[in-house]
């Protein structure tokens, strides 16, 4: 089945240490995102992707790293977790060859707790 | 100021009533408009799609774009138990590929 997965699905995360969030998309979408949706601040968006060997960072960049080593993997590092990184994290995708819809879609993501 | 502002309810409708969700933002260059549906413990999904002014409907839906009062609606006729969810708006200008989103509207229809 087509579409993006995320793995884990959630984590407990001991302060301090470091995580990766993976991504994998199918779709061979070019443009690949990062986003951590909270309580009352919605969706905001962490680093993207335009192309493989391209990143770039978003609205919430600090704490946060990504590579884009190939099209299908996005993977979010955190180096050192701190609380204030407890999150619902979402990975997303889109082809902008589609023209000016670029309908994102996004995987089932993943519950970040850092205590 | 956000540039985006979407009231979080939660909404409680019964069912069968009509919908009115609701956007505002201050970015006049914005011209495309989504509205994502995201159900509890799950992705968005994307609902509707609209670019520039103008009202746009898909079934029970009716998306709604106010550009001179950088308003945006989403209308859902007879609303079913499974309309409930966390509705988003997400927008964006010319220039980028980079969606804004909303803090999203929780909608319980109740049977």
């Known amino acids: 089945i087509a579409g993006i997965t995320q793995a884990p699905t959630s984590q407990i995360l001991a302060a301090g240490r470091r995580m990766t969030l993976r991504c994998t998309q199918d779709m061979r979408h070019n443009a690949m995102y990062w986003y951590r949706q909270d309580l009352g601040l919605g969706l905001r968006l962490i680093h993207y992707?335009?192309?493989?060997?391209?990143?770039g960072k978003g609205e919430v960049p600090d704490g946060y790293s990504v590579s884009r080593a190939n099209t299908d993997d996005f993977p979010l590092t955190l180096a050192s977790a701190v609380p204030s990184q407890t999150s619902v994290y979402f990975c997303a995708s889109s082809d902008p060859g589609q023209g000016a819809r670029n309908e994102q879609f996004f995987g089932p993501g993943t519950r970040l707790t850092v205590l | 100021q956000k540039e985006v502002e979407q009231d979080p309810g939660p909404l409680s409708v019964p069912e069968g009533a009509i919908v009115s969700l609701n956007c505002t933002y201050s970015?006049?260059?914005?011209?495309?408009f989504m509205w994502y549906r995201q159900y509890s413990r799950k992705g968005p999904e994307l609902l509707m799609y609209t670019y520039s002014s103008g009202n746009k409907e898909d079934g029970r839906f009716t998306a709604q774009v106010d550009k001179s009062s950088k308003y945006i609606s989403l209308f859902i006729r007879d609303s079913q138990p499974s309309d409930s969810a966390t509705y988003l708006c997400a927008m964006r200008g010319s220039g980028t590929y980079k969606y804004i989103f909303g803090t999203g509207t929780r909608l319980k229809v109740l049977a």
């Open positions: 970015n006049s260059a914005f011209q495309y």
């Open positions: 992707s335009n192309t493989a060997g391209t990143t």
